[in-house]
């Protein structure tokens, strides 16, 4: 049974922080003004500063809990998420599902605006859950948290514990992916999928001679992605524990591993507070770090390979029959054309924006909200 959760970081963690990021050994950094080689020392000099000397921990904790929090057990996993009621004549319900390097702070801006009714009185009651190993959800201790494992504990958790009988649900980055596997196990609770992206191991699954130009290109496009800026899926894919002593020993550490994505994946257009502020990036930080869960975020990459490898290497791709809305933004790491969505999902609603990068929630939320909204009245669920 749901109970309700305060989110309070001890002040010793918040004090040994602080200790490490005043003890931090800088190394040296050449001709990385583009941060091609990775996070750029100077500004993460400024941001790290910042995380000592000026950011208030408790005034954005005391942000974070103006949410409605709960932790519940499923399957005798913890399970943390926020749950806010819709405002409207009609409430639908709608889960919400993070990606990495973020957590369940992807979706605060839009969550006022979902509850929120519209001309014809209809909102959502919004769902806002921590993957497992990530935020304030449990550490797995045992092998096998893999995407479809969340996906069944996701679908319990909106079903067997929010006692709600259909919803709608969206992913971006791991999202998408858990989405898509509750579509494919559960359909029957799914009045429809929203997506922001397509799931990256479709990537490479057609034979190359069934691809359409613009999908051939999208593949490429991919593949250039990959050796360039997909190192960190490799490691994480394959030697994650390896990498997270480091990441969950030191801030610093953590901070570059992490904002690069920030930068390189956003529509930040080269300056990253072109897009989030510090306070936003030092709260996402300061939660992987309060409650070391870098390792177990990490590790989802691995979990998902050795499902691939042991469980769909040689099954066929199943078409996911659920409705589907399919938002696009252009700023996003390698987005998909209309044609590969289709060949996997029944998109009924898709949508090219104008700007806005792989952050999707948190860089536009009005026009994300504006096109979950959008596509929830197509589906006539009001």
Known sequence: MKQPYVINIDVSILDDLRHRLAMTRWTNDINNDNWKTGTNTTYLKELCYYWLHDFDWKKNEAFLNSFSHFKTAIDNEGIHFIHEKGKGKTSVPLLLIHGYPDSFMRFLKVIPLLVAPDDDGFSFDVVVPSIPGYGFSDIPTSPGMNPKRIASLFAKLMTEELGYSSFIVHGGDWGSTIAEQIAVNNSQILKGIHLTDIPWRHLFSISPDALTASEKKYVQTGQQWSQTEGGYAVIQSTKPQSLAYGLNDSPVGLAAWLIEKFFSWS????????????????TNLTIYWATQTITSAVRLYYEAAVSIQQEEKSMEIKKVEVPTGVAIFPQDVVPAPREFAER?????????MPRGGHFTAMEQPDLFAGDVRKFAKLLSVG
């Open 267 to 282: 529509g930040c257009d080269g300056k990253l507070e072109n897009t989030f502020t510090k306070d936003e990036l030092l």
């Open 344 to 352: 996997l999902f029944n998109v009924q609603q898709w949508t090219e």
